[in-house]
């Protein structure tokens, strides 16, 4: 019964418990059916039961207290270990007296280690359950900096589209200049075998006509007899005349 | 209900995580609150077969309160070496008493 009573305590020593992690991914947790109130979840506590003289609970203690006050409960041992001594309940043998040599330096030891002890494995404690949660957190953060970066990544891929007009744009450029090259390049073979014809047809008119008049002077002059000679002189001489008297 | 298996009555979606320490059948009261009148039906309400249930969610409850915390201290080990000294005790009890110091009381 005092079992009973000292591990009830348990249930109700909230502020020694740690906060579990408000988040779950079991389905079961979140099904409607779930009674939170009768049935809550647990929780580790950070901090054991109180314990008197190492080892009695201190409930023990608490239960004695409201009926006999303080000293009760080590009223009730003392006068139980009596009990159990003179009536020889329990023997003082000799097996008694080497317990009681080793009980004496386990105390001894307790009360000087104890709290170096304690504190040194509390410490390895921490930084193992720091270690986890160190790692944890630092997933997350490197997660979310991934995130970060994949925005950036994402925002700079956004800008690749502007520079794909730009591109675009050049080559539009290039192939303006090229076609327009092209143009001025028909342009000028199509002046230079144009100026060919008219040259070929120049040459042509102009030999036909230098060809031409010399033939026609030369028939002329082959035409004239000599008493067209003859004439044609006589009538110069005449103008001549003609003219001479007037320039005295 | 055969060995190592959970509790009939524990259902996973109603009560969450199984807590070994918990009794999952229907409340009773407790033996402290017991009239000495109701005792009889009281008892005739537990099984036989029962009692090593309650003995194992008594483990686990002296485990929740002195051994599972983080920071425990010496006082489970002291706990368990006083009782098995007190257990072996009983158990040696017929051999001690040849071993008295004095005849009468």
Same mark, same amino acid.
């Given at each position: 019964?005092?079992?009973?009573?000292?591990l009830?305590? %348990?249930?109700?020593?909230?502020?020694?418990?740690?906060?579990v992690?408000p988040?779950?991914?079991?389905?079961?947790?979140?099904?409607?059916?779930?009674?939170?109130?009768?049935?809550?979840?647990?929780?580790?506590p950070?901090?054991?039961?109180?314990?008197?003289?190492?080892f009695?609970?201190?409930?023990?203690?608490?239960?004695? &207290?409201?009926?006999?006050?303080?000293?009760g409960? &080590?009223?009730?041992g003392?006068? *139980?270990?009596?009990?159990?001594?003179?009536?020889?309940? @329990?023997?003082?043998?000799?097996?008694? &007296?080497?317990?009681?040599?080793?009980?004496?330096?386990?105390?001894?030891?307790?009360?000087k280690?104890?709290?170096?002890?304690?504190? @040194?494995? $509390?410490?390895e404690?921490?930084?193992?359950?720091?270690?986890?949660?160190?790692?944890?957190?630092?997933s997350?953060?490197?997660?979310?900096?991934?995130?970060? $970066?994949?925005?950036?990544?994402?925002?700079?891929?956004?800008?690749?589209?502007? *520079?794909?007009?730009?591109?675009r744009e050049?080559?539009a450029?290039?192939?303006?200049?090229?076609?327009?090259?092209?143009?001025?390049?028909?342009?000028?073979? %199509?002046?230079?075998r144009? $100026? &060919?014809? *008219?040259?070929?047809?120049?040459?042509?008119?102009?030999?036909e006509?230098?060809?031409?008049?010399?033939?026609? %002077?030369?028939?002329?002059?082959?035409?004239?007899?000599?008493?067209?000679?003859?004439?044609?002189?006589?009538?110069?001489?005449? $103008?001549?005349?003609?003219?001479?008297?007037?320039?005295? | 209900?055969?060995?190592?298996?959970?509790?009939?009555?524990?259902?996973?979606?109603?009560?969450?995580?199984?807590?070994?320490? !918990?009794?999952y =059948?229907?409340?009773?009261?407790?033996?402290?609150?017991?009239?000495?009148?109701?005792?009889?039906?009281?008892? =005739? !309400? !537990?099984?036989? =077969?029962g +009692?090593?249930?309650? +003995?194992? !969610?008594?483990?686990?409850?002296?485990?929740h309160?002195?051994?599972?915390?983080?920071?425990t =201290? +010496?006082?489970?080990?002291l706990?368990?070496?006083?009782?098995?000294?007190?257990?072996?005790?009983?158990?040696?009890?017929?051999?001690?008493?040849?071993?008295?110091?004095?005849?009468?009381?």
């Amino acid at each position: 019964m005092l079992s009973r009573l000292a591990l009830r305590s %348990v249930q109700e020593a909230r502020p020694f418990l740690v906060a579990v992690r408000p988040t779950s991914t079991t389905a079961v947790n979140k099904a409607t059916e779930r009674d939170e109130v009768n049935f809550p979840r647990r929780a580790r506590p950070v901090e054991p039961g109180k314990v008197r003289m190492g080892f009695l609970p201190e409930e023990w203690f608490q239960f004695f &207290y409201s009926k006999t006050g303080v000293t009760g409960p &080590y009223m009730f041992g003392v006068g *139980l270990t009596t009990f159990l001594c003179s009536k020889e309940i @329990y023997v003082m043998e000799h097996e008694f &007296y080497t317990g009681l040599s080793i009980f004496v330096m386990a105390v001894y030891a307790i009360k000087k280690l104890g709290p170096g002890i304690a504190n @040194y494995l $509390d410490k390895e404690i921490e930084d193992i359950e720091g270690s986890w949660v160190k790692y944890r957190q630092e997933s997350v953060e490197g997660l979310k900096q991934a995130v970060e $970066d994949e925005k950036k990544a994402q925002w700079e891929a956004e800008g690749q589209k502007i *520079l794909f007009d730009a591109k675009r744009e050049n080559v539009a450029l290039q192939l303006e200049a090229a076609y327009r090259e092209r143009l001025a390049t028909v342009h000028s073979e %199509v002046k230079k075998r144009l $100026d &060919y014809q *008219l040259e070929t047809a120049n040459v042509k008119t102009r030999i036909e006509q230098k060809h031409m008049v010399n033939w026609i %002077v030369n028939n002329v002059k082959a035409s004239i007899t000599p008493a067209q000679e003859a004439a044609a002189l006589k009538q110069c001489f005449a $103008d001549l005349k003609g003219l001479a008297p007037q320039s005295a | 209900m055969a060995l190592g298996e959970y509790p009939a009555e524990y259902n996973p979606k109603v009560h969450g995580p199984y807590d070994p320490a !918990r009794f999952y =059948g229907k409340p009773d009261t407790p033996f402290g609150q017991v009239k000495l009148g109701e005792l009889g039906s009281w008892l =005739g !309400r !537990r099984s036989v =077969g029962g +009692i090593p249930s309650a +003995i194992s !969610r008594a483990w686990w409850r002296w485990q929740h309160k002195y051994v599972q915390p983080k920071k425990t =201290g +010496i006082a489970p080990f002291l706990q368990l070496m006083v009782g098995s000294m007190a257990f072996f005790y009983m158990l040696n009890y017929g051999k001690m008493v040849h071993h008295r110091n004095y005849k009468h009381h």
